[in-house]
């Protein structure tokens, strides 16, 4: 694998954050073309938070959600450090990414993860991509605290956020924020599960500050599920539930960089019910953005802080959306339209569309 290993559209974000990732010469450039994702204004939302919001569209990066930002750097690292395998925990993203980027390095990966508490499109990937895939009876929050174990003192890579090489990935999502929009949102509205990500972007606009590429910093709203929101809730939800299940976690393990993002930015943390993250699945679906249920909660933590007055009219506000539709197909054909049966003639279609 050498430097030159992926072009346009994105050279990935080793290649175009170099200066500002722990990397150097001797670090194999494990990449799949990762990051330059699109920030999309959305005129529907808009125009009803009468704000300036905008979608930050991670769904789009190569195994379909911002994990590959950190994965870069991770596996990278590994490969530098000589792992022999790589290991992490995952509601689905975490795998696909860990999966397909070990694939790429061509080092094996194993993955574990709640039974039952993976979308089909992610296990899928973290399947096809060759990784070992390990169903526990348990919560992602069991899976995480056995694979931490298990890479401890090993010639293992654990590649949850707690890797620190993940989180420096992750950052530099902030980093295009401030390039694509020219400055620093007001605003800035995130799904929280484990907590890496926040942890991150606060990171990332800290950084943007000292290196004279913008001025000033967004207050940090972090999102999650009234059903899995142990930071708003203040104590651990054994049995965390919500339809979103990238973020159904009872026990975040960045717990302590979520509150700090929240407080010294001079946002908040906050939960909504799994209705309002249906409803905003629905909302930017219909303006041609397919998400995950967990990336809507961003857009349905919008509304609530809309509506509770904390988003200043003629605010420039950036929603993350943080993995793609496709991810989680069920949930799709369960709450969205159903497919019509018609006859398979010219007719029958013309007086359906009442165009007959
Ligand atoms: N959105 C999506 C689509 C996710 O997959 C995750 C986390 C989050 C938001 C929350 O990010 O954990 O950094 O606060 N997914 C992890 C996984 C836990 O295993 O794929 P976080």
Same mark, same amino acid.
């Given at each position: 694998m050498n430097r030159k290993s992926a072009t346009v559209p994105s050279p990935g974000v080793i290649n175009r954050y170099f200066d500002r990732l722990?990397?150097? #010469? #001797?670090t194999p450039i494990v990449t799949l073309g990762e990051g330059g994702t699109p920030l999309l204004l959305s005129d529907r939302l808009s125009k009803e938070a009468d704000a300036e919001v905008w979608l930050?569209?991670?769904?789009?990066?190569p195994t379909g959600s911002f994990k590959d930002r950190g994965m870069t750097v991770a596996v990278s690292k590994a490969v530098e450090g000589d792992t022999r395998l790589v290991v992490c925990a995952s509601t689905g993203n975490t795998s696909a990414s860990a999966a397909a980027y070990s694939a790429r390095a061509g080092i094996p990966c194993a993955v574990v993860v709640p039974k039952g508490g993976v979308a089909a499109g992610k296990l899928s990937q973290a399947v096809m991509h060759g990784a070992r895939v390990f169903e526990i009876d348990a919560t992602f929050d069991k899976a995480l605290r056995i694979v931490t174990e298990l890479a401890e003192g090993r010639q293992v890579t654990l590649?949850?956020? &707690?890797?620190p090489f993940r989180l420096e990935g992750q950052k530099t999502a902030a980093f295009e924020v401030v390039e694509d929009l020219g400055r620093t949102p007001d605003i800035h509205i995130m799904p929280v599960g484990n907590a890496g990500n926040i942890t991150a972007y606060w990171r990332g606009y800290r950084e943007a500050v000292e290196l004279g590429w913008s001025v000033g910093r967004p207050r940090m709203y972090g999102v999650q599920a009234d059903g899995a929101a142990p930071i708003v809730r203040g104590r651990v939800v054994d049995q965390p539930r919500t339809i979103a299940s990238a973020i159904?976690?009872?026990?975040? #393990?960045s717990r302590s960089g979520a509150l700090e993002a929240a407080g010294d930015s001079g946002g908040s943390i906050v939960s909504v019910p799994d209705d309002a993250i249906v409803e905003a699945y629905h909302s930017v679906a219909r303006e041609g953005v397919f998400v995950e249920p967990a990336a809507a909660a961003s857009v349905a933590g919008l509304r609530h802080l809309s509506r509770s007055g904390l988003v200043p009219r003629g605010s420039t506000v950036v929603c993350v959306l &943080? @993995?793609? @539709?496709?991810?989680?197909p069920e949930v799709a054909l369960v709450h969205g339209l159903q497919p019509e049966r018609v006859e398979p003639q010219v007719d029958a279609l013309l007086e359906r569309l009442q165009l007959a």
């Open positions: 722990p990397v150097g #010469a #001797a930050k569209y991670e769904g789009l990066n590649v949850n956020s &707690t890797n159904r976690i009872g026990d975040p #393990a &943080t @993995g793609h @539709g496709l991810k989680d």
